[in-house]
């Protein structure tokens, strides 16, 4: 029986492989994430760490945890489906957008361009697995009171709100205004930002059942490429051809 | 008060509505729109396949007058034209208004995707906007003129495909089986030509020059027209929503029962089906009320409400079937539900823009020389 003490947490392994993936040309990195459903709790940590990590609005979502409940008593079992992207290889969104909006990199990640998009949301309808959100702008400080003294109140609390978030690499503030990425589909990318400053996406690191798994599959020795080998691995909606990059194992 | 009056304050309260939800819509963007980010598109989209249906409807309609020089339907061509006009005009201002930046439109034509279906139907609307436009003026000017004739010759076949490129627009998503049917983009211009010819019962029925001698039989034509549009449409549907359930997919089964029995049912029964559809079909079978300008005329009117209704059961059931079964509690917010019906904002900007475009067809009809001099 291996020494759990001893094992190293998959984190720090995940992490060497992060390091060896970005020594790599961004072309020769195919970023996998793996889902084992067999060790989420339905802790929604991942979800709030990516609404935290990417100052996501009231009504955008990029990574919900599906909630589904199986049989009847006293066989009954619950399973948790995280659902970020799919970045899959053959996106439907892609095509559709009437202003290449929206495309997948050299790494393989389907990215949005917020100053490119019109709003049009035609690539929300194409999304098999609902994967994008419209920003309408919302706030979660709309319509609460006032506060003064020391209860920390709407005008305190849209400091942070209004605070940039920094997807792409890019400081979007929130003026108050229409800016972007206001008006604009939205979707989980990976924590690309995160990625190229060494560190592995916000869901990943904040998995508290080590469920969501991250790394380059096109290194042989990484975590993720052992794992989508594996027979149990399997990708949502896969008769669509889309060709996922998140897959699940069950 | 004459009809043409009672009209024209119609259109005017509709607008002062449409003024209102213009100003919330300027002023708060999308945030009091019903639609979100499950049901994606809603009433405006659903107003702009209506919109763009007769337009392109009644540019192949003006095309019996100014191109094929049909002997009944003379004197129609330059009010078909207007229509179409007014009708495009209608359409673009819904689905921009729909845009999350308005101000980035001109992208569309500056840095376009010319593999899209969206970009080439934009493409084509702008093409066929500036084709009836020059038309219409042609026709005024110089109606026997060969330009004219060449223009609507190349007008033809854009007005198709415009009107079968919204059909592509939705046809082309694998992800909505309710849409992905391969036979959409053939379906819509027959939807196009059949709401062409209720707007035309309509223009010539209600507001129409009754001292024209054609008036009668040309109402009796497209009443006719109405009616052989109707059956076809009615067999679409039958095909569309029989063959739905028979292969008995879920998602496509949950669409269709959202049509016949969810939350816009009545939508489908009552507006769709009973006042768009069969009504019409009984009463301008009959050749005495389908020369009736009145009858004939407001049998239009049922069937526009009836295509406004179709063209909003297309776009929403689709869109209110999940697609993940658990998605409609796994995170809650603002946008974020499977239900909708059009907001106060939405409704609104929608009655302005009826009432603008309707307004325009009035203001045309009586300040355009659109009647041909032996009728007027």
Same mark, same amino acid.
């Given at each position: ?12 392994? !995940?992490?060497?492989?992060?390091? %060896? ?39 955008? $979502?990029?990574?919900? $945890?599906? #909630? ?17 992207? !799919?970045?899959?290889?053959?996106? +439907? ?27 049009? %949301? ?27 003294? /020391?209860?920390?109140?709407? =005008?305190?609390? #849209? ?10 690499? $890019?400081?979007? #503030? ?26 592995? +996406? ?5 998995? &508290? ?21 594996? +027979? ?12 996922? %990059? ?5 | ?10 259109? /005017? ?23 979100? =980010? ?98 219409? &003026? ?18 033809? *076949? ?34 196009? $030509? ?18 024209? *001698? ?22 679409? /549907? ?11 997919? +879920? ?25 768009? =559809?069969?009504?019409?079909? &009984? ?50 917010? *603002? ?17 302005? &823009? ?7 067809? /009035? ?14």
């Amino acid at each position: 029986m291996p020494d759990l003490l001893e094992t190293p947490d998959v984190l720090i392994r !995940m992490q060497a492989d992060l390091q %060896r993936a970005l020594e790599k040309l961004h072309q020769e990195r195919r970023w996998v994430m793996v889902l084992d459903l067999r060790k989420c709790v339905g802790c929604h940590a991942c979800t709030v760490a990516c609404v935290a990590e990417n100052k996501l609005p009231p009504g955008v $979502v990029y990574r919900p $945890v599906l #909630e589904e409940e199986f049989g009847s008593y006293p066989n009954v079992t619950r399973r948790f489906l995280p659902r970020p992207c !799919m970045q899959c290889e053959n996106p +439907p969104c892609v095509p559709v957008c009437p202003v290449h909006a929206t495309y997948t990199n050299e790494e393989g990640v389907v990215v949005m361009d917020y100053e490119q998009c019109i709003g049009c %949301r035609y690539c929300i309808t194409a999304c098999p697995y609902a994967a994008r959100t419209f920003d309408f702008g919302r706030t979660y400080t709309e319509a609460t009171a006032e506060a003064n003294g /020391l209860i920390v109140g709407r =005008s305190q609390a #849209e400091v942070y709100e209004r605070a940039a978030n920094f997807e792409y690499g $890019v400081a979007h #503030e929130r003026r108050g205004g229409e800016e972007s990425p206001i008006g604009n589909a939205r979707k989980c990318h990976f924590c690309l930002h995160r990625l190229s400053a060494g560190m592995l +996406p916000a869901c990943t690191t904040t998995c &508290i059942g080590r469920a969501t798994l991250f790394g380059d599959a096109n290194d042989p020795d990484s975590l993720v490429a052992e794992l989508i080998a594996r +027979p149990n691995a399997t990708r949502l909606k896969e008769e669509l051809g889309t060709h996922p %990059r998140v897959y699940y194992l069950l | 008060m004459t009809l043409k009056r009672l009209a024209y304050v119609v259109c /005017l309260l509709a607008l002062a509505a449409g003024a209102w939800g213009l100003y919330d819509r300027l002023t708060y963007g999308h945030q009091n729109a019903a639609y979100g =980010s499950y049901v994606v598109w809603g009433l405006w989209v659903a107003m702009y396949l209506f919109f763009a249906g007769i337009a392109a409807g009644s540019f192949m309609l003006a095309t019996l007058d100014l191109l094929f020089h049909v002997p009944v339907m003379r004197g129609t061509g330059r009010l078909a034209l207007w229509v179409a006009l007014v009708s495009l005009a209608a359409a673009m201002l819904s689905i921009w208004l729909d845009l999350g930046h308005m101000e980035r439109v001109w992208k569309l034509y500056l840095q376009g995707a010319p593999g899209s279906v969206m970009a080439q139907m934009v493409w084509g609307y702008s093409v066929f906007g500036l084709l009836s436009l020059v038309c219409l &003026i042609l026709a005024v000017a110089r109606p026997d003129g060969i330009l004219l004739r060449i223009l609507m010759i190349i007008g033809l *076949p854009i007005s198709l495909f415009i009107s079968g490129a919204v059909g592509a627009l939705l046809g082309v998503e694998a992800s909505r089986l309710f849409w992905h049917v391969g036979l959409l983009p053939v379906q819509f211009p027959v939807f196009s $030509v059949a709401s062409g010819v209720a707007a035309l019962l309509v223009a010539i029925g209600l507001f129409g020059p009754r001292q024209d *001698p054609r008036r009668a039989e040309q109402l009796r034509l497209l009443g006719l027209a109405t009616i052989v549009l109707a059956v076809v449409k009615l067999y679409f /549907l039958w095909a569309d929503f029989s063959q739905s359930t028979y292969g008995n997919v +879920p998602q496509n089964v949950d669409a269709v029962n959202a049509v016949l029995y969810g939350p816009y049912w009545w939508a489908f029964w009552i507006l769709q089906l009973l006042l768009g =559809s069969i009504i019409p079909i &009984i009463v301008l079978l009959p050749a005495r009320l389908g020369r009736s300008g009145l009858v004939a005329g407001a049998m239009g009117v049922l069937v526009l409400v009836g295509f406004a209704a179709a063209r909003a059961n297309i776009v929403f059931p689709a869109l209110t079937v999940p697609e993940l079964e658990a998605l409609t509690t796994a995170f809650t917010g *603002p946008h974020l539900t499977f239900d909708y019906y059009p907001s106060p904002m939405e409704w609104a900007v929608t009655a302005g &823009i009826a009432g603008a475009a309707i307004l325009g067809f /009035l203001i045309g009809q009586d300040w355009l020389p659109l009647r041909s001099k032996e009728v007027a």
